[in-house]
């Protein structure tokens, strides 16, 4: 039996909702997503909390008192997670990049940086496509991919939530001390250009020159099942390829429905964008 295409909402569905954030999942939820992809980060007290950066974002990020943070705003690993909890993160600021690249997306106010045990609560059919944001290039932003993987983990294995977890990164020194300690877990290897260009860094001394200039094969062989390649750069030979290797191949972010349709029909089995309505439009046989 084919296994069933997954929707993943990128940051819940930024083109849409607030990123990261619980109204914003709730949003991708109702849009019909089978997972929910999301960025995590440490508080200074250990808490798993969501955001796609190290830092509060200045361009998303208002303090208590509605003013917008100036850049280039300060480490999450160095706020307790009740002073993350002040800070409000439901509006992009305007003029800002952000701003430009997601005109539809829905301002709201009160909203904070949710933590990973609120998001696993929401919906227990849905995938958790959880993102390890650890930066070989800048140990200092964050712990440790192990310590940062532990701490997902623990909060996984409260919420019963292991199961339909998947925890990807570009960092693969967290996904290989996971497939150590937890050879069951699923896991995604993601890869850009950048990081491949650099792969004995990202990928702890692995390199595509290992496998003949293969991705798909250096994702293989690290006993992967899912790789996650930034869908600009794909082409329809390492689709294939993939496919040999026994690889589902999840490429992000996709939000044009012309890429949504090539892509579907090169054989990849997932996607990850910031505008599932527009994905469930071309997803043959989506309700």
């Known amino acids: 039996m084919a296994q069933p295409f997954e929707l993943h909402g990128h940051r819940g569905a930024r083109g849409l909702f607030p990123e990261n954030t619980i109204p914003g999942f709730r949003g991708a939820l109702g849009l019909g997503v089978t997972a929910l992809e999301m960025d995590v980060a440490l508080t200074a007290d250990g808490v798993v909390v969501l955001s796609h950066d190290p830092i509060l974002d200045p361009a998303l990020t ?10 280039p705003g300060p480490m999450l690993r160095d706020l307790d997670a009740a002073t993350v909890a002040r800070f409000d993160v439901g509006r992009v600021r305007p003029g800002t990049a952000q701003a430009a690249a997601f005109p539809e997306q829905l301002g709201l106010d009160h909203v904070r940086l949710p933590r990973l045990d609120e998001v696993a609560a929401l919906e227990p059919r849905a995938m958790l496509a959880i993102e390890l944001k650890t930066f070989p290039d800048h140990p200092d932003r964050t712990v440790s991919p192990e310590a940062m993987a532990d701490a997902v983990l623990a909060v996984l294995d409260a919420a019963g939530a292991v199961g339909r977890a998947r925890i990807i990164s570009f960092d693969w020194r967290g996904l290989r001390y996971l497939r150590r300690i937890r050879p069951s877990l699923s896991l995604g290897y993601l890869t850009d250009a950048e990081t491949v260009a650099a792969a004995r860094l990202w990928w702890d001394g692995s390199s595509p020159e290992d496998f003949g200039g293969s991705v798909p094969r250096a994702v293989a062989a690290e006993g992967g099942a899912v790789w996650g390649p930034d869908h600009a750069t794909l082409t329809r030979a390492q689709v294939e390829e993939a496919a040999t290797l026994g690889l589902l191949v999840n490429p992000w972010t996709v939000n044009e429905a ?5 892509l579907i029909d090169w054989g990849v089995g997932a996607l990850t964008t910031d505008y599932p309505d527009r994905a469930r439009a071309v997803i043959p046989g989506a309700p």
């Open 62 to 71: 208002r303090d208590p008192e509605g003013c917008w943070l100036e850049p």
């Open 258 to 262: 012309a890429d949504m349709a090539r």
